[in-house]
């Protein structure tokens, strides 16, 4: 979801401050920066003192805690919320004084009338002094209610069909809505028909049957196939070869789509500062990881500012850590305010996928078994389901199990899913295993997670 409150957003900076993540903390005020700011000077010094941030990471991964280090972090954390109360200042008086002037026709919303309602007339200084924070707060509270259209792209009867001497495929009826500020995530095991959809909402692949319409990229007027590509990057599962230096091709594609000049060499920094690139801003193909080309291909996107970014299994080159890194900048760029956009992602790194995403996907023999919202997935079960690996035997962990009704035991793997009455709590689950001294390899809750429907 889209986040216009700039005094949640702060907030969260400054509790990454106060818990000492302070490059999560200025990856994040870059963001806000751009979000908040209509200063170019403060937009820069985001980037300057996450860039500070990133090097002291650096120092401190290499040679520990020192006492210059420490000096460095009290000076970081200084300089962060300081620019963040900055930020917000300028915000909150550059909206209040939108409306004291009567100006509320640039603030883009439908509804002027409760605006004028709310705050009939002039608001004296002396007011605007007292209630500043408070009247920028309602103020975004009214504009966050009336969004613009943030369908980008509705799909329905997606199908398609291939048919060969060698292969026969089907990937079957869908519908598809994405929208503005949300993720939504397909999975499913290999040869699902994940890359399948992922191409067609791409207009990469003609979907065999089914109506397409991509509404919030054609309010300019255009709906020419043209226009609306443009608003479209597609990352695929196998990146192609690019030549030259990592940086020039950054500069290129921003440029291509308009963004020239001094626009472009912030734009471009800012990315890199952002996807923490710097150190292979001279880099070439041959002279970075898979997992560094991954993130690059992000840069490459981000720079030209798309409305709907689509990525195929992106995880599969990252690290465990890395993995984590890329799917939260993912979620922190997908609630941008000034630069919104959607995200359509494939992996089969679900649990991942599940934490970052509003929708999901699940693709079953070519068919959506589910579409819909992570928090709405089967919230009706009258059973919570487990997956957990032991020393145990499959009948061994029946036998264990008799006294709480265990509706189903099942192998999934190297592990067992089980399933047992929804009254029966995680903690009584977790006692019979601890009462036994059965130790636990692996254990999570996936009630709730569509990971059941691979086993279903």
Same mark, same amino acid.
């Given at each position: 979801m889209i986040d216009a409150d700039p005094q949640t957003k702060a907030s969260r900076i400054r509790q990454l401050v106060a818990s000492g993540n302070l490059d999560e903390a200025t990856k994040q005020l870059i963001d806000f920066a751009v979000d908040f700011s209509s200063k170019r000077e403060l937009k820069r010094e985001s980037v300057t003192i996450s860039g500070e941030a990133a090097l002291l990471g650096e120092q401190i991964r290499l040679f520990g805690l020192t006492e210059f280090t420490y000096s460095k972090i009290a000076r970081l954390r200084l300089q962060i919320l300081t620019l963040l109360d900055v930020i917000v200042d300028e915000f909150n008086e550059a909206n209040i004084d939108l409306i004291r002037e009567e100006n509320i026709s640039s603030l883009q919303t439908h509804s002027h009338s409760q605006i004028n309602e709310k705050y009939p007339g002039k608001i004296d200084e002396e007011y605007k002094r007292k209630y500043r924070d408070e009247l920028a707060r309602e103020i975004w509270e009214l504009i966050k209610e009336m969004p613009p259209t943030s369908i980008v792209f509705e799909g329905t009867g997606i199908s398609k069909n291939y048919k060969s001497k060698a292969i026969s495929y089907r990937l079957h009826s869908l519908d598809l809505r994405l929208k503005l500020g949300e993720i939504t995530a397909v999975v499913g095991e290999n040869g699902q028909g994940k890359t399948t959809l992922l191409r067609i909402v791409a207009g990469d692949l003609a979907s065999s049957t089914g109506e397409l319409k991509y509404p919030y990229l054609t309010l300019n007027g255009k709906t020419d196939w043209y226009s609306i590509k443009q608003q479209i990057a597609y990352i695929p599962q196998e990146l192609p070869y690019w030549n030259g230096l990592l940086l020039d091709n950054l500069h290129f594609l921003a440029s291509i789509h308009g963004i020239t000049g001094q626009d472009n060499e912030d734009t471009v920094n800012r990315i890199v500062t952002r996807l923490r690139l *710097? $150190?292979?801003?001279? @880099?070439?193909?041959? &002279? !970075?990881?898979?997992?560094?080309? #991954?993130?690059?291909a992000l840069a490459k996107a981000l720079v030209w500012k798309p409305k709907l970014i689509i990525v195929d299994e992106p995880l599969g080159s990252l690290d465990i850590n890395t993995q984590g890194v890329f799917l939260r900048d993912l979620r922190n760029l997908t609630n941008s305010s000034a630069n919104p956009m959607s995200i359509l992602i494939s992996s089969q790194h679900l649990y991942e996928l599940e934490s970052i995403a509003d929708n999901i996907v699940f693709l079953k023999d070519g068919q959506a078994i589910y579409s819909g919202s992570v928090k709405d997935?089967?919230? =009706?079960?009258? !059973? =919570?389901?487990? $997956?957990?690996?032991? =020393?145990?035997?499959?009948?061994?962990? !029946?036998?264990?199990? &008799? #006294?709480? *009704?265990?509706?189903? !035991? $099942? $192998? @999934?793997?190297? *592990?067992f899913i089980i399933d047992i009455p929804k009254e029966v709590t995680t903690s009584q689950l977790l006692n019979i295993f601890a009462e036994h001294n059965i130790s636990l390899k692996y254990f999570r809750d996936i009630s709730q997670s569509t990971r059941k429907l691979f086993e279903s």
């Open positions: *710097n $150190e292979y801003r001279k @880099a070439t193909w041959y &002279q !970075i990881s898979g997992g560094y080309k #991954t993130r690059f997935f089967d919230k =009706n079960r009258n !059973i =919570n389901s487990y $997956e957990v690996a032991c =020393n145990l035997s499959r009948e061994e962990l !029946i036998n264990l199990l &008799q #006294t709480i *009704n265990c509706s189903r !035991i $099942e $192998e @999934a793997g190297l *592990n």
